[in-house]
């Protein structure tokens, strides 16, 4: 330890701070005496005061103890940082847009599909009795899977320049609202099917769909809490 080089890191960093002697005497319950002692190097500071200079002065312990203050950035180092910032936006931003069409396709699946089948279901006693039906239902199958693909690729985009605690923190509740949204499609597709096989549902049909509906949200609400716990155990 060079108390020479320790007060000169001192006299530099609390000038940084916009600082005089009495006020960095004051933060630290010392005289301006005493600081002016520690930057002339006539003097070492307590130990015990180390780390309320070193928080002052905004430096690390070990770099008041050496007397070493850490070199600037480079220009090619803030080039380059600045180049990461705007490189994890651009990705957020791509996933987010990714998102809204992912969610547009699940919307409009569960929609054209769900209304499909439904009306299908009281109208018609036999599957895919007329060519809209199919038409409509191959529709809604394409839109479904086309969005479900688009929250991958997004989800894929964010791993290129996110941790995967960041990941979690950003998709979590965008991929619940998808995984609910995506399931109405195939659920009365199935009811179709169903109707179909028994030429008309009986209450006990109505009931499993029901419990399958409660089903996946409970699992979305598991998965959910399941996903926050991790993620405070991870921070």
């Not at 600081?35 to 690390?60: F, H, M, N, Q, R």
């Not at 995506?182 to 179709?192: H, I, N």
């Amino acid at each position: 330890m060079d108390a020479k080089l320790t007060g000169k890191l001192i006299s530099e960093k609390r000038k940084e701070k916009g600082l005089n002697q009495i006020q960095l005497g004051e933060l630290l319950n010392v005289s301006n005496r005493t600081v002016s002692k520690w930057e002339k190097g006539d003097g070492y500071p307590d130990i015990t005061l180390l780390p309320e200079i070193a928080d002052c002065l905004g430096i690390t312990i070990d770099e008041l103890l050496t007397g070493n203050a850490p070199a600037a950035p480079s220009v090619q180092e803030n080039e380059s940082i600045k180049d990461n910032t705007d490189s994890r936006k651009k990705v957020l931003h791509e996933f987010k847009l990714l998102f809204i069409f992912s969610l547009f396709m699940s919307i409009f699946s569960a929609l054209l599909g769900g209304v499909t089948e439904l009306y299908c279901i009281w109208a018609f006693p036999i599957l895919f009795y007329t060519h809209w039906e199919i038409m409509f239902a191959a529709v809604s199958l394409f839109a479904v899977v086309v969005g479900i693909l688009l929250f991958v690729v997004g989800i894929y985009r964010l791993h290129l320049e996110y941790s995967k605690t960041e990941i979690i923190a950003q998709a979590k509740n965008k991929s619940l609202a998808l995984y609910i949204i995506s399931t109405v499609f195939p659920l009365c597709f199935t009811a179709r099917i169903l109707d179909i096989a028994f030429h008309m549902l009986p209450n006990w049909v109505y009931i499993i769909m029901a419990v399958l509906i409660a089903i996946i949200a409970l699992t979305a609400f598991v998965l959910y809490r399941r996903i926050n716990n991790e993620n405070e155990k991870v921070d």
